[in-house]
């Protein structure tokens, strides 16, 4: 079953507040954070959404757009983030990515950059080590939270609740993720099945990324990637299988 962007919106949980067609929620000295999650999980799907960020000073502060299946599988769950985490200067931002697959949270994938309006990352499956890629149906969530401890230069700022309340919006949402039943989804993933007219991720646009597309993703990562989990010696004697 899909569903449209308008139905998956109307069915996000934990609604502080709405204007027009923007969802506002916050975090302050009260709250440790807000967010919202869809009721539907997905196997694969489309996702995207206009974010706009708690304005002023916001060291520590983390504003997450991702998906989770971690309350399903506590101990072996999967995770894929797109974290836009605050600066100790103004107006300033830094987008990280990471994935997690099959409980692996000792092996988090970050990679973080300064970027706009281009690709970034392609984490592509392989047989050579399927463990490491995401594999069950995950909720769609959006959150804000105090992210002290690490977000913002390892952890050197933390959040300054004088500049409270931080609040994030969350519109134009597009969740169009198909939900068909496991056995038709692992066969398409395999490359055995047949795909829906009315799958969102059918099509030539999906199957790789365009030449214009690889280019700048390359640009973006030589140019502006700061940090990526693959060149972090100290922290992997042993580098991950997939960075070999």
Sequence with gaps: ?????????????KLVRKSSSWVSFSSSIIFAGAGLASK??????????AIKLPSGLSPGVVVAFYLSNAETYPNN???????????DKRNDWN??????????????????????????REFQYSSAYPSVYPSKPMSVYATIWDGSEWATHGGKYPVN?????????IGDAELTGCIPNPTSCAKKAAGTGNPS????????EFVSLSKEQSLAMDWARRKLMFYSYCADKSRY????PECK
Excluded: W
Aim: charged share 20%; net charge negative.
């Design 1 to 13: 079953m899909c569903r449209t962007a308008e139905e998956e919106v109307a069915s996000l949980t």
């Design 40 to 49: 539907n999980k997905y196997y694969y799907g489309f996702f995207s959404a």
């Design 77 to 87: 769950h999967d995770e894929i983030d797109i974290e836009i985490l605050g600066h």
């Design 95 to 120: 987008l990280q990515t990471n994935v997690y697959a099959n409980g692996s949270v000792n092996t988090g994938r970050e990679e973080k950059f300064l970027v706009d309006s281009v690709p970034v």
């Design 161 to 169: 609740y004088s500049y409270a309340p931080f609040v994030v919006s």
């Design 197 to 204: 007219s009315l799958d969102p991720v059918d099509g030539s």
């Design 237 to 240: 004697k042993v580098q991950p």
